[in-house]
């Protein structure tokens, strides 16, 4: 629906660099979104303006039907550049209010396109029982048996609630671009200091938290490039995988992944040292490895019975 | 309130229920049937390990002792702010606590948070807010961040923020705050095992939060976008 | 609606140009130097054009971007609201005609 900011529509493919809506108009079958509670209905913020900051007609949220290499999908697009992507009461609500939609409908599959801070500070509590609601939502409609994907690729990452509602969807997508984590590194930094966690360096955050390493350790159940069509073609893959039900065996099964992982990890916090630790060959690599190689490194360490 | 003390108010001496670390674990008689407790103490932060020890009661009560009713004590300072623990993945750690709540509730123990002490920032976004319904003590301290530091990182005046906190309850910390826009359910005065008694009566099974918060006038637009998002 | 920190604009201009029929339509995005600009039918013969603001005392520069605006498109029928967080005249002036080129 939006046109590009400087580039003809169809140079613009990168998937950061879109808008939400962008995102929408691309990645789905064309023309066919229709959303709910569009911006001309004005469901807004109360908060906001009562605190003097801008609102936004959708509250930072596009949310809706569409279809999906012709499968009837539901969809929702976080706008990462407002309010960094964070979640209020109104923005909440439209997630919460689309899964539940979702148990009823019964559509093939939950698309979020995630991109978000977390909590919306400025709603704070709002925000915190919201994302606490959008978290019952999906696991509800996990045991309705609808399959709910993240996409993660914005710059702006998923991070805190958000970031533990990306884990309790059905399938992860990320590009190297994007990254999955609940605290972001300038909160880690504040709290402790640069020595624990160093937010202007690039390298290392996307090393602890980028999408190249949620895939190596299995956090990604996919890697695409930063390129709205990967994207797409990631979806409509996950979108057909049988997932297991989140029933005492799943569960069971994760909690040994997680604790092995913790009790085998080694000392500190280095991804390095953790990657060797996995096998992987040359981990001071990895950060100029293309996706397609970093695939194939997964693919070779899940063979060695790593 | 210590958790020793809670303990011994709601349970009979030799309730069991012990301190292991920041954890805290036990198997309790209430009204002549066991409950599990599990929680954290001493302000815990919440990192992989501990959500991982939280999930592992959990799943051992759905594995063990079907239909027994849990109740998640609550005292944490929010997420481990470790560069480690990212790395880990604490997200998904805390993802996998959510779901053995859920897992719980869905295979039918009631699951009651209480928080007695502190729950600050993220910490029991997947402990007592997963939970079939959250409670608290009224002396409990529940905040996203306190003021000055909302005032800071949005950059808005903080005179301002603590003016409309007087009529807005979204964004200033208390408890109070919480039980007007529905996050927590109730608290707990006066005879607290007759508390716990009613919350284990009438947990709830589905999420409703919403509406609560939009009786109750604290949170008056979550329920009516839910509903119109469900008839669109 | 203002409240303390947005400044709100009112503006209408008499228009002779009226787009074919056309849904509301949203460009931009609320975020610092930007803004969100929707657009939807209103009134023959008016460009109404309705602007809340976090950059406040600016009233004579948006006049002047939106007299320009409606010079080159004199929009009639055209209700114009727009978010804004601090975009230049620049940014105003595309997000307008990118807005307008949409429902074209």
């Given at each position: 629906m939006n046109p590009p900011r400087s580039l003809p529509a169809a140079a613009r493919s990168s998937y950061a660099e879109c808008s939400a809506r962008e995102r929408i108009a691309r990645l789905f079958d064309a023309g066919s979104f229709e959303e709910?509670l569009p911006p001309a209905q004005r469901?807004m913020?109360?908060?906001?303006?009562?605190?003097?900051?801008p609102c936004a007609f959708d509250?930072g949220v596009a949310?809706g039907?569409a279809?999906?290499?012709?499968?009837?999908?539901?969809v929702?697009a976080?706008e990462g550049a407002f309010?960094?992507?964070?979640?209020?009461?109104?923005?909440?609500?439209?997630?919460?209010?689309?899964?539940?939609?979702?148990?009823?409908?019964?559509?093939?599959?939950?698309?979020?396109l995630?991109?978000?801070?977390?909590?919306?500070?400025?709603?704070?509590?709002?925000?915190?029982?919201?994302?606490?609601?959008?978290?019952?939502?999906?696991?509800?409609?996990?045991?309705?048996?609808?399959?709910?994907?993240?996409?993660?690729?914005g710059?702006?990452?998923?991070?805190?609630?958000?970031?533990?509602?990306?884990?309790?969807?059905?399938?992860?997508?990320?590009?190297?671009?994007?990254?999955?984590?609940?605290?972001?590194?300038?909160?880690?930094?504040?709290?402790?200091?640069?020595?624990?966690?160093?937010?202007?360096?690039?390298?290392?955050?996307?090393?602890?938290?980028?999408?190249?390493?949620?895939?190596?350790?299995?956090?990604?159940?996919?890697?695409?490039?930063?390129d709205v069509s990967?994207?797409r073609?990631?979806?409509?893959?996950?979108?057909?995988?049988?997932?297991?039900?989140?029933?005492?065996?799943?569960?069971?099964?994760?909690?040994?992944?997680?604790?092995?992982?913790?009790?085998?990890?080694?000392?500190?916090?280095?991804?390095?040292?953790?990657?060797?630790?996995?096998?992987?060959?040359?981990?001071?690599?990895?950060?100029?490895?293309?996706?397609?190689?970093?695939?194939?490194?997964?693919?070779?360490?899940?063979?060695?019975?790593? | 309130?210590?958790?020793?003390?809670?303990?011994?108010?709601?349970?009979?001496?030799?309730?069991?229920?012990?301190?292991?670390?920041?954890?805290?674990?036990?198997?309790?008689?209430?009204?002549?049937?066991?409950?599990?407790?599990?929680?954290?103490?001493?302000?815990?932060?919440?990192?992989?390990?501990?959500?991982?020890?939280?999930?592992?009661?959990?799943?051992?009560?759905?594995?063990?002792?079907?239909?027994?009713?849990?109740?998640?004590?609550?005292?944490?300072?929010?997420?481990?702010?470790?560069?480690?623990?990212?790395?880990?993945?604490?997200?998904?750690?805390?993802?996998?606590?959510?779901?053995?709540?859920?897992?719980?509730?869905?295979?039918?123990?009631?699951?009651?948070?209480?928080?007695?002490?502190?729950?600050?920032?993220?910490?029991?976004?997947?402990?007592?807010?997963?939970?079939?319904?959250?409670?608290?003590?009224?002396?409990?301290?529940?905040?996203?961040?306190?003021?000055?530091?909302?005032?800071?990182?949005?950059?808005?005046?903080?005179?301002?923020?603590?003016?409309?906190?007087?009529?807005?309850?979204?964004?200033?910390?208390?408890?109070?705050?919480?039980?007007?826009?529905?996050?927590?359910?109730?608290?707990?005065?006066?005879?607290?095992?007759?508390?716990?008694?009613?919350?284990?009566?009438?947990?709830?099974?589905?999420?409703?939060?919403?509406?609560?918060?939009?009786?109750?006038?604290?949170?008056?637009?979550?329920?009516?976008?839910?509903?119109?998002?469900?008839?669109? | 609606?203002?409240?303390?920190?947005?400044?709100?604009l009112k503006f209408e201009f008499k228009g002779a140009r009226a787009p074919a029929a056309f849904a509301p339509t949203l460009v931009g995005v609320v975020a610092s130097g930007n803004l969100e600009v929707l657009l939807e039918p209103t009134d023959p013969g008016v460009c109404r054009i309705d602007v809340q603001t976090?950059a406040?005392?600016f009233?004579?520069i948006w006049e002047a971007v939106l007299r320009d605006f409606h010079d080159r498109h004199d929009l009639s029928g055209v209700a114009v609201s727009i978010h804004d967080m601090g975009a230049t005249p620049a940014v105003v002036s595309l997000r307008l005609d990118q807005a307008v080129a949409e429902i074209e």
């Amino acid at each position: 629906m939006n046109p590009p900011r400087s580039l003809p529509a169809a140079a613009r493919s990168s998937y950061a660099e879109c808008s939400a809506r962008e995102r929408i108009a691309r990645l789905f079958d064309a023309g066919s979104f229709e959303e709910w509670l569009p911006p001309a209905q004005r469901v807004m913020s109360p908060h906001l303006a009562q605190l003097g900051v801008p609102c936004a007609f959708d509250d930072g949220v596009a949310i809706g039907r569409a279809r999906l290499d012709g499968r009837s999908v539901f969809v929702a697009a976080q706008e990462g550049a407002f309010m960094g992507g964070g979640v209020g009461e109104v923005h909440g609500a439209k997630l919460t209010g689309l899964l539940r939609r979702a148990v009823v409908e019964r559509p093939d599959a939950v698309v979020l396109l995630a991109e978000s801070g977390g909590v919306r500070l400025h709603e704070a509590n709002a925000g915190l029982i919201a994302v606490s609601e959008v978290m019952r939502a999906v696991l509800d409609a996990r045991a309705a048996g609808i399959a709910v994907i993240a996409l993660i690729g914005g710059a702006n990452g998923c991070f805190g609630g958000m970031g533990i509602v990306a884990r309790c969807c059905s399938a992860v997508v990320m590009s190297d671009i994007g990254r999955l984590a609940m605290s972001g590194p300038e909160v880690i930094e504040a709290s402790h200091g640069a020595e624990e966690f160093d937010a202007q360096d690039r390298a290392l955050v996307w090393r602890t938290t980028g999408g190249k390493h949620r895939y190596l350790m299995g956090d990604a159940d996919a890697l695409v490039e930063d390129d709205v069509s990967a994207f797409r073609g990631a979806a409509i893959e996950w979108m057909t995988q049988a997932r297991p039900a989140l029933d005492l065996a799943t569960l069971e099964a994760e909690h040994a992944l997680l604790d092995a992982r913790l009790n085998e990890a080694p000392e500190g916090a280095d991804a390095y040292a953790l990657w060797h630790r996995m096998g992987v060959p040359h981990p001071h690599r990895l950060g100029d490895m293309d996706v397609a190689q970093v695939r194939e490194l997964r693919t070779s360490l899940e063979g060695a019975g790593t | 309130m210590k958790w020793q003390d809670l303990a011994s108010a709601l349970f009979a001496a030799g309730h069991g229920i012990t301190q292991v670390g920041d954890l805290l674990v036990g198997e309790p008689e209430f009204d002549g049937r066991t409950i599990a407790v599990v929680g954290s103490a001493d302000h815990a932060p919440i990192g992989v390990a501990m959500a991982l020890r939280q999930a592992r009661v959990l799943l051992d009560t759905v594995a063990r002792h079907p239909g027994r009713p849990i109740l998640m004590l609550i005292d944490t300072q929010g997420q481990q702010l470790r560069r480690r623990d990212e790395l880990l993945g604490i997200n998904r750690a805390m993802a996998h606590l959510g779901c053995c709540v859920d897992l719980a509730r869905r295979s039918g123990h009631r699951v009651l948070g209480l928080v007695y002490d502190q729950a600050l920032s993220g910490g029991f976004i997947t402990s007592g807010l997963a939970a079939d319904a959250c409670d608290a003590l009224p002396e409990a301290e529940i905040r996203v961040m306190r003021i000055p530091a909302m005032a800071r990182v949005t950059k808005i005046d903080r005179e301002r923020l603590e003016a409309l906190s007087q009529s807005n309850p979204v964004f200033a910390p208390g408890v109070d705050n919480y039980v007007a826009m529905g996050g927590v359910r109730r608290l707990w005065r006066g005879d607290l095992q007759a508390c716990l008694r009613e919350a284990l009566a009438d947990a709830p099974t589905g999420d409703h939060r919403a509406l609560e918060g939009a009786q109750r006038g604290g949170r008056k637009l979550a329920q009516s976008v839910i509903e119109r998002v469900l008839r669109a | 609606m203002t409240s303390a920190g947005i400044e709100s604009l009112k503006f209408e201009f008499k228009g002779a140009r009226a787009p074919a029929a056309f849904a509301p339509t949203l460009v931009g995005v609320v975020a610092s130097g930007n803004l969100e600009v929707l657009l939807e039918p209103t009134d023959p013969g008016v460009c109404r054009i309705d602007v809340q603001t976090s950059a406040r005392g600016f009233a004579r520069i948006w006049e002047a971007v939106l007299r320009d605006f409606h010079d080159r498109h004199d929009l009639s029928g055209v209700a114009v609201s727009i978010h804004d967080m601090g975009a230049t005249p620049a940014v105003v002036s595309l997000r307008l005609d990118q807005a307008v080129a949409e429902i074209e």
